[in-house]
């Protein structure tokens, strides 16, 4: 016994699981959808996936080194970001609007109110509304294989059809690179909930609403062919597992997930129904973002013994 | 049985297993032995002996300053050396009395045994006092303050805590198994004090044997059960343990009593049925030593007093380097940088690990992933509250209840970026009681 002992306060044993783990967690469990959109879109989609990844990674690197802050690219938030933000560009985009996404994500939704937890919204999707707001053309220009194809939803509400349940479910439909294949995208949002990554409570409880929404309001009343259309032929499966989970972004509380995944339902139904877009996934996750603290102040738990009312001592 | 539990709480790696089946061993310290003064919550006790006096074991050689205080007693026979300030286990330095062991083991005479049936309510509290006896579970509570509630045909249940929830102590299970009988004799004593209760051994289902064990020696005695319990940390945090067998609950500002619960750990309950029906004081316990680093993890009944450092060589000694060791469990123990400390009446264990994973990586910012608040048996938010902390802000803390904290530890655990959620927590919780004991004398 030479050597000084460690004294520090307890606990004096930790859980193995640490941040760059669940980040880990959340590349892996989008590896499916993002083969699935190599496969599906061809090398563009990798060309996009690889530039989007490398702006986010580089920009937090450069921010961080600039700003005299500890370099946390290792913690892979910033991948995750970037590899989020890639499979919601159509695979037509020009491939620099993913950087110009990824530097946005990075730098201003995220550095610059703090970093890592600081950020009220999610960056992936923030860069997307500011890329879908600023290059219109680009982020709505589905083409592959040379042709222009409609995604299921801009033909839904245009012709009133919608594809077949084959195509929607695996995913052989137009749409951004990652958000096509509902199986892909359910093989790794169970993955995210087997391994105690994310709870369940979001992505359902939105979805739920979502459906609940669209069969009142919707016009088909619930004819399953069109809620399903509905469900997996835009942004929804991808948005509400893997988007509106983001824990930064999301309330903390069971309670608070439940009364944010009825928002986020009842908003995506709204926009999909009365807006101009037939998208609104994205538009209603940012939105719910900025609800989150309200949401919080109301569910925050109740202390075991305290009685109702809320006497504080003292 | 439905197993019992409370909301939250952590699964840990229990690490019973290098030590739980190995028998209590009595040993005999040969060196030095140091007696603090206040090895309980409350008054420090006053000594009853001055330098160069030889004391026996057994003797009284500090006496109760007050209500809430506990006296010492010497654990072998010696000459007292002095009387100074020493370091103790928690890490801080306290008044001692130091005695030279003569290595002749020399006792006091022994009271005759008794029988406590014939002995009135005061008689008992009496003994219990008068035996030195504090929470042996950690807290070091005088138990015969416990044990003197304002009204005690009010309290209807007696919890014996077996929950023994901390991980790699064994040394209540080992109680529990060895000596059944003078477990349950102990809690009849105490039941004894309030007309109105019923006895309920807690025992978290890992020791489901020791449970059976125990309901074997219950025998006919209707008013005493087994209840069993889902091993969780901290199953055994008293607030806990009471939720979990009653669904009763209640804040800071109450006590047990309050709810009409008696909460006694299993080893304090062994030493009042020592201190009541043998007239024993309290001059030994057992002590779990263990962990990866030492050479022979066991359960030893140890003299308080005992250095730590005699206690390791006891056990046989470190068979690998340790990298940090701590006084009690690893949850809400405390770390040591010395073992030059003597046993005290709550001291439950010693673990040298050769691993310190504290250590291991750095606080990264929160990415409110709510584990914490999911592990908080108090259901708090600890991620506020540790937020609240570090910028000083005592109204915000306040006002999320950080005062009902019982830093278990459990936010920090499983915190997956690090941080000292607990740290944080514990530190601003005295700065508030502080604040307020001020605002007080004030006054």
Known sequence: ?314 | MRLKTFSGGVHLYEGKELSKDRPIRAVRPEGEMAYPLQQHIGAPAKPLVKKGDRVLAGQKIAEADGFVSVPVHASVSGTVRTIESRTVASGGKAACIVVENDRQYEEITWPAKRDYTAMTREEIIGAVKEAGIAGLGGAGFPTHVKLSPKEPDKIDTVLVNCAECEPYLTSDYRILTEHPAEVTEGLKIILSLFPNARGIFAVEDNKRDAAKKLSGYIGDAGNISVQLLQTKYPQGGERQIIYAVTGRSFDSSMLPADVGCIVQNAATVYSVYRAVAEGRPLTERVITVTGDAMEEPCNYQVPIGTSYKELVELAGGLAKEPEKIINGGPMMGNAMFTLDVPVAKNSSALVCMTKDEASRYDATACIRCGRCIEACPQRLAPNRLAAYAERNDKEGFQAFYGLECIECGSCSYICPARRHLVQHIRRMKRDVLADRKKAVQDK
């Open chain 1, 1 to 314: 016994m030479d050597k000084l002992l460690k004294v520090s306060a307890s606990p004096h044993v930790r859980s193995k699981i640490r941040s760059n783990h669940l980040m880990q967690l959340v590349l892996i469990a989008l590896l499916p959808t993002t083969a699935f959109g190599v496969f599906h879109f061809g090398y563009g989609a990798a060309v996009h996936i690889v530039v989007t990844v490398a702006a986010c990674v580089i920009s937090e690197y450069l921010y961080e080194y600039l700003m005299h802050r500890p370099i946390t690219v290792g913690d892979c938030s910033a991948a995750v970001t970037g590899l989020l933000l890639a499979l919601n560009l159509p695979v037509a985009a020009p491939y620099w609007i993913g950087a110009v996404g990824g530097v946005f994500a990075i730098i201003v939704v995220k550095q610059l109110f703090g970093g890592l937890g600081q950020n009220f919204m999610n960056p992936a999707l923030g860069a997307r509304v500011f890329l879908l707001l600023s290059f219109a053309g680009h982020m709505t220009n589905f083409t592959y294989d040379t042709m222009t194809v409609a995604t299921p939803l801009q033909t839904l509400r245009e012709t009133g059809t919608v594809p077949s349940l084959a195509a929607l479910i695996t995913g052989n439909t137009a749409g951004t690179i990652g958000e096509t294949s509902a199986i892909a995208l359910l093989i790794g949002a169970l993955f995210l909930v087997l391994m105690g990554v994310i709870e369940a409570t979001i992505p359902v409880v939105y979805i739920a609403v979502f459906v609940l929404f669209m069969g009142i309001f919707g016009g088909h009343g619930f004819d399953y062919q069109f809620l399903l259309a509905h469900v997996a032929g835009g942004g929804l499966m991808l948005g509400a597992w893997f988007m509106a989970t983001d824990y930064v972004t999301s309330p903390i509380t069971t309670k608070g997930k439940v009364i944010f995944g009825v928002i986020l339902g009842i908003f995506t139904g709204l926009f999909r129904v009365f807006g101009t877009s037939t998208e609104g996934v994205s538009y209603a996750i940012i939105l719910g973002n900025l609800l989150v603290p309200i949401i919080e102040k109301f569910t925050m738990p109740h202390p075991l013994g305290v009685k109702k009312g809320g006497r504080i001592h003292g």
